[in-house]
Nanobody
């Protein structure tokens, strides 16, 4: 079992930056692919970024490429999402999640989820 807790969300102006953190409990954290997803009101949850267990493979949604950076620190059981050049359309609740698959963009393939952290970008 893995428990995930996100933090770092908030209100920021367009063009600003935020860094989200996800703290994981459980000794098997380093075995999981970790992903970030987001869900805006009235929309489906969508993939943002993912990183494999050793950081060797990283994947981004086209909408955030060049602006967001995912990273992980297995020694600290943590995964991060650095978000730069934020846009109003990035406003959503952001979730971290873990998967036993090597790489996936599908929410259904992630087993454990955090409670989410709100990111609001004002124009």
């Amino acid at each position: 079992q893995v428990q995930l807790v996100e933090s770092g969300g908030g209100l920021v102006q367009a063009g600003g930056s935020l860094r989200l953190s996800c703290a994981a409990s459980g000794s098997t954290f380093s075995r999981y692919t970790m992903g970030w997803f987001r869900q805006a009101p009235g929309k489906e949850r969508e993939f943002v970024a993912a990183v494999t267990w050793n950081g060797g493979t990283i994947d981004y949604a086209n909408s955030v490429k060049g602006r967001f950076t995912i990273s992980r620190d297995n020694a600290k059981n943590a995964v991060y999402l650095q978000m730069n050049s934020l846009k109003p359309e990035d406003t959503a609740v952001y979730y971290c999640a873990s998967s036993t698959l090597f790489q996936s963009q599908y929410p259904s393939q992630y087993r454990y989820w955090g409670q989410g952290t709100q990111v609001t970008v004002s124009s």
